[in-house]
């Protein structure tokens, strides 16, 4: 061809990367497979992924010991020993044992007085499910394991096997045809002479595709020649997702590259500002991206960074995220034992200038805990740990900048979080949503200490029959707060299927095995609300002092027996095929301070909430009102 490539006018490297993404976006296509779990290591999840099965499956035995009856050991103490009979008084069992009615609590062995005769002598009560592990612990059969777009780790295999997961569906690894061009290049098993290059930058290129999270197929270089080069690029273009074709891209008489780009498709880019990496030239052809890279092996890796792996990551889902180390302030107490070295797994988010740690659960069954977890906040051996507000370093899971980029929510629990979570990074690429359980009001807290961007709550004022907003002006008279309103919900009591005991209103509690929510849950509040309409104290309630951090957890503990009933929302019901007895309706909302409406991840999320693919997903859940879902009132 013989002529010169003068492409003086660079723009930024930024907004190059910028105009390409958007026109990739526009015709690319990712396709799914389904891979067994065992074998889905570093795999990218195409879609949410919900439990099969309950983890523990049953009641378990926390440790090795005696299963009691705990209402038979009340008599129990220093002064009055009380002697149990094996068979009659208690069983013996291991860690992981079942644990059946009647038995509900487990005294550890070092706890017994051998009293002979298959008798042990205990001096002390137990309370009830005393070291049991109730059934939906870690895993609740229905929630949400792992989101969409999310990359596997060793703990998340070991998740979804314990959630009855044998395979998932995954992105398909987007294949990569890479060509090597120039008269002068030579394989690296070859003698070089003078005026030879080995070819390198191709198997270089080959690693980072595959560190993308690609499949790499590098071929035979092809020598300074226009027609060859030509129907090189287009096999590969046939053959493979994204095409590299590498040298050619600069100024030079046999630099054909962007001229047959410009043959073969729309070549959008031609030179970037970037130094070294100026002679990058990204082009679609045939609906599929090809990029030219540079020669120069560091200009070529520079290029890779900024252009190859972005479009990379759009196929193939991969984050490309690395641990770092970081300061955050911690929102909870922590104490630890003098005695180890703790690695506490804790929620990292930035809320206004600062990075706030919230510790999840410290139990060593609790695995679903590391799959929810940002990072380690560790305790050092002979420290007693921290207090709430004092900064500690943390190790990363996620990279900072995608915890930069993701909404808090901490407060109460709703199934519809885990689809808000699942939606936003698919309709906006690098933002997320984290969700923390804790309850209407520790989430007020929360939100009033800055430590979230955003707290669901549902509190019913028993005064003026007002939700949510009477709370949030007595909290927080001093700041500016709005209201983004969710949804409205049905609650009412979950029992097992075909309502065996006959269960038909809030009076029928006082005869059954309840379980109830955490203090300062409002579905606890609304218990309350409906317990004092009825003229019922709270101790006429069995089970009224046993709490479950979920609605999900109910359903669990009522579906395998743990309890009778418990109250909660529909749509756990449903999706754990119990029965529900309807008690009222109620708004379950999102409290924000106003300032916050200016991030735009918190537009992102008011605008996943307002959009069709949410509504359409909760709707099939059941349960739910969602004409008011994302309009904004200012308290």
């Known amino acids: 061809m013989g002529r010169r490539n003068l492409y003086l006018n660079t723009i930024p490297a930024e907004e190059a990367a910028a105009i390409y993404r958007n026109a990739v976006l526009k015709v690319m296509h990712r396709e799914t497979q389904m891979v067994k779990t065992e074998e889905s290591l570093g795999r990218i999840t195409a879609s949410a992924v919900y439990a099969k099965y309950c983890s523990p499956l049953y009641n378990a035995a926390a440790m090795d010991g005696i299963a009691v009856i705990s209402a038979h050991t009340v008599t129990a103490s220093e002064v ?43 001096t002390a009560s137990v309370p009830a499910w005393q070291h049991i592990r109730p059934v939906g612990e870690d895993i609740v059969a229905g929630e949400m394991l792992l989101a969409g777009n999310h990359k596997i780790r060793p703990i998340d295999i070991g998740v979804l096997l314990s959630g009855g997961i044998v395979e998932i569906e995954a992105i398909k690894k987007p294949k990569a045809g890479i060509i090597p061009t120039g008269t002068e290049i030579i394989e690296a098993d070859q003698v070089p002479r003078e005026g030879d290059i080995i070819e390198s930058n191709s198997r270089m290129f080959a690693a980072m595709t595959e560190s993308s999270g690609g499949i790499p197929r590098r071929y035979p270089p092809i020598p300074d020649d226009y027609e060859k080069i030509k129907h090189a690029v287009q096999a590969a273009v046939k053959e493979n997702d994204i095409v590299i074709v590498n040298a050619g891209s600069s100024a030079g008489t046999e630099d054909y590259t962007v001229h047959i780009l410009k043959e073969l498709g729309e070549v959008l880019v031609h030179g970037v500002a970037i130094k070294p990496g100026k002679p990058v030239i990204l082009s679609i052809v045939e609906g599929k991206p090809v990029i030219g890279l540079p020669g120069y092996p560091v200009s070529a890796y520079i290029d ?32 630890s034992s003098l005695k180890h070295k703790e690695y506490v797994r804790v929620k990292v988010g930035k809320v206004d200038d600062r990075f706030v740690a919230s510790p999840l659960a410290r139990g060593a069954g609790a695995a679903m805990s590391l799959v929810r977890a940002d990072g380690f906040c560790i305790i050092e051996k002979n420290s007693e740990g921290y207090e709430a507000g004092e900064t500690v370093s943390v190790e990363l899971f996620r990279d900072i900048e995608e915890i930069s980029n993701t909404v808090v929510a901490i407060g109460s629990h709703d199934l519809i979080l885990d689809i808000l979570a ?27 200490r800055r430590e979230a961007h955003i707290a669901p709550t549902h509190l019913l004022d028993e005064d003026t029959g007002v939700y949510n907003i009477p709370y949030l002006k007595r909290l927080f008279s001093d700041r500016d707060m709005v209201l983004i309103k969710g949804v409205r919900r049905i609650q009412g009591i979950i029992v097992k299927k075909g309502n065996p005991l006959g ?12 379980v109830n929510r955490q203090r300062g849950a409002g579905t606890r509040v609304f218990l309350d609300y409906k317990l004092k309409e009825a003229g019922i104290a709270p101790s006429e309630v069995n089970g009224y002092d046993r709490e479950a951090a979920t609605h999900m957890a109910v359903a669990a503990l009522v579906k395998n027996g743990g309890a009778d009933a418990g109250m909660g929302i529909y749509s756990a019901a449903k999706a754990m095929d119990l029965d529900f007895i309807p008690v009222g309706e109620e708004e379950y909302d999102f409290a924000t301070e106003k300032k916050n409406l200016e991030l735009p991840k918190m537009q992102a999320f008011i605008e996943v909430l307002k959009s069709s693919g949410f509504k359409e997903k909760a709707m099939t859940i059941g349960g739910y009102e969602l004409s008011m879902a994302g309009e904004v009132i200012e308290v």
């Open 304 to 335: 890779f960074e900024n252009f190859v792996r972005p479009v990379m990551d759009l196929y193939s889902g991969e984050m490309n995220s690395s641990r770092n180390v970081m300061k955050a302030v911690l929102s909870k107490r922590l104490v």
């Open 503 to 514: 269960i038909k209103e809030i009076r029928d509690l006082t005869r059954v095995n309840y």
């Open 422 to 448: 699942d939606r936003m990074p698919l309709a906006h690429p690098g933002i997320y949503l984290s969700s923390t359980h804790v309850g209407s009001m520790a989430g007020l807290m929360a939100l009033k």
């Open 80 to 122: 009055n020993p009380l002697v149990l009979k094996q068979g009659t008084d208690y069983q013996i069992v291991d860690t992981g044992d079942p644990v059946r009615m009647p038995y509900d609590a487990v005294i550890m062995a070092e706890d017994l007085l051998d009293a002979g005769d298959d008798s042990v002598k205990i």
